[in-house]
Nanobody, 120 residues
Framework: QVQLRESGGGSVQPGGSLGLSCLAS????????MEWYRQIPGKEREWVAT????????YYQDSVKGRFTISRDNVKNLVHLQMTSLKPEDSAVYYC?????????????WGQGTQVTVSS
């Protein structure tokens, strides 16, 4: 059973930093691209960052480039999102995501989400 469990959310002042983690289980983690998304109430869930299976390639939404860093630990089955220089518009529920292929079909799996609030 695929499980993704996020942790590390919380409240921080503008300009501050937070680190999120996602513990994965139930699938071939080291062979899977991992992603972070976020969602503000009333808005579509939006992609934030992607890390390749070996961690060597990363992609970011333009609004977080230079401020967020996605990384992974394939020994501990963890994917991280380090967020710095946080802005109020970064406030959202952050989700860990993987698209896992099984028997030739893609399946989408999401974590339960963790709240990040940036406010003075």
């Amino acid at each position: 059973q695929v499980q993704l469990r996020e942790s590390g959310g919380g409240s921080v002042q503008p300009g501050g930093s937070l680190g999120l983690s996602c513990l994965a289980s139930g699938f071939a983690f080291s062979g899977s691209r991992m992603e972070w998304y976020r969602q503000i109430p009333g808005k579509e869930r939006e992609w934030v960052a992607t890390v390749s299976p070996d961690g060597g390639v990363t992609y970011y939404q333009d609004s977080v480039k230079g401020r967020f860093t996605i990384s992974r630990d394939n020994v501990k089955n963890l994917v991280h999102l380090q967020m710095t220089s946080l802005k109020p518009e970064d406030s959202a529920v952050y989700y860990c995501y993987v698209q896992y292929w099984r028997n030739g079909a893609p399946y989408d799996f999401w974590g339960q989400g963790t709240q990040v609030t940036v406010s003075s």
